[in-house]
């Protein structure tokens, strides 16, 4: 819940030159979401709000990831054609603010579609993986009960932007290697041609 909170108040602190939606969809984006996870919590009815949390979460995930790819090619055409106009500050804040939002948008994702989500997790459904993480690789050193939290599918969601590759956690699907792929890109992009820009401007 704390992540959506960030992800729609980075979304509306996001300037108008890298924003792609208006300042107020974010906002009821993330109310929309909040609600069922609210319910899931709270309700003695999971089974009927579980559904609802998945889809609106990837949802969620697809419209902001979609948005974030937007606003970093706007960036980055900006930076191009009107470089002389855009201080080397606004980079930087622009650059840092989508790599957290890459970073916390692609957690969500992961979080959301591994082993069947959250809640199959915590049932011990065991759905085919889509990641293999080093604690169930040593089942001496953890509870037997392990699995992994949102706490974990964060450090893949940094890890993954930061070392461009994986570190840890190793992907078993082709969906997971896609997703940290594109992950890997977005971030890759927003460091070397955005982030580094800004520093360049900034030291001259």
Known sequence: MFAVLAVALLLTMMPDRVRVLPVWIPGVLGI???????????????????PIERTITL?????VGSGMIAGLALLIAEMVRRSGEVSGIQLLTSSVALWVLNVLTFSLL????????????????????????????????VPPDWRPTFVDYLFLGYSTATAFSTTDVMPLTS????????????SLATIVAVMSRAINILGS
């Open 110 to 141: 992961y979080w959301q579609l591994d082993r069947g989500g959250p809640e199959a997790r915590a049932n011990q459904a065991r759905p085919r993986p889509d990641w293999l993480f080093p604690q169930e690789g040593a089942p001496r050193d």
């Open 59 to 63: 949802v969620f995930c697809v419209a």
């Open 175 to 186: 969906r997971a290697k896609m997703l940290m792929m594109l992950e890997s890109t977005i």
């Open 32 to 50: 929309v979401l909040i609600m069922p996870m609210a319910a899931v919590m709270l309700s003695r009815q999971k089974e009927r709000w579980l």
